[in-house]
């Protein structure tokens, strides 16, 4: 056989061996940009780790909603990879979401980012769908809110059969609604990570682990999938399963809906003290590597500094996540006018430490995204 017969067939092999090797998203009928983006981040989490920022896009500590405005590039001179949004009360039927933030501009700026070929990731801090119905239940902010524990009953009650399933029914169908508009220039659906339902392992939502059993919060995404993918023939959505600090494997199981419907197994850690560094090796240590078993993508989905350090960014998160092959580490939002120390917020003392973070080979931005092709556009 001539060498450049061998080459061929061995480049043929290779690609047989390899090129094939490559997940696929739990969707069977995911569209072709859902394949390409789920494709992309599964090769690049061995590259590096993007930069996600909830809101990013939307408003700062001191502006709001402003064109091409961003705290991130205010600061490093780039956007983050990952431009996280928040659908809280899209349940509701509101123009606005529980941060006063207009769907509409939610949209609008889901599309630009995927214009510019970034990363798009979405939240949903949804309402009590049982307690907001009871007028003298428990008083203050939590009352009817996603933070509102004072029912056990809640997941059950909107799961087939429960008194509440049909009013779930139409809270989904508001999303599905929210969903489907998400189109590009060409009318291409535009591939997103959806993380509802999310910190399981804590107790402070109506769907933590205290608050339904593991089977129930199981059905809970279960039934959410299949209404979304098979009922509404949404396939552009990446389903990202997420847990709180956990300690073990075991924990941050508990509930897990299964790969048929999970395509990301993300992890939210915030550093409260000392032991967080030890914390978040342990379980990014664990996470990561059931993904890698379930042919899953990864991702630190949420995290935010100790208060009081100044090279958090450098000295504690990136050390840690260094070491496994994270998809993305996303901060919380800016939240306008705060009177508080929201945790991420590259605004504070710690400029210095978020650019060296920013200037990491490890890390990834926004153009380090565009160059990546991660949507194959080139
Ligand atoms: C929380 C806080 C809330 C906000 C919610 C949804 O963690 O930032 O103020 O309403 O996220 O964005």
Redesign the pocket.
Known sequence: MKTSTITVLLAFLTFLCFGQKLPLPADKKATKETVILFQSLYKLKNKGIMYGH?DDLMYGYTWWYEKDKSDTKAVTGDYPAVAGF?L?HIELGNERS??SVSFTQIAELIKVHYKRGGVITV?W?LNNPLTMQIKDSLSGWQHGTAWDVSSKEVVSSILPGGKNHELFNIWLERLSTFFIQLKDENGIAIPIIFRPYHEHSGSFFWWGTNLCTDQEYSSLWRYTVTFLRDKKNIHNILYAYNTDRVTSLEQYMRGYPGDDIIDMLSLDMYDRGEQFGGELDNALGFVTKEAIIRNKLTALSETGERKGMNNWWASVLLPVVSKYPVGYVLT??D?YNSKFS?AGNPFQSFTDDFKYFHNSPRTLFLKEVQEADIYRRK
């Open positions: 909830q928040e809280g529980l941060d939240s801090h919380w939002r939240a929201v």
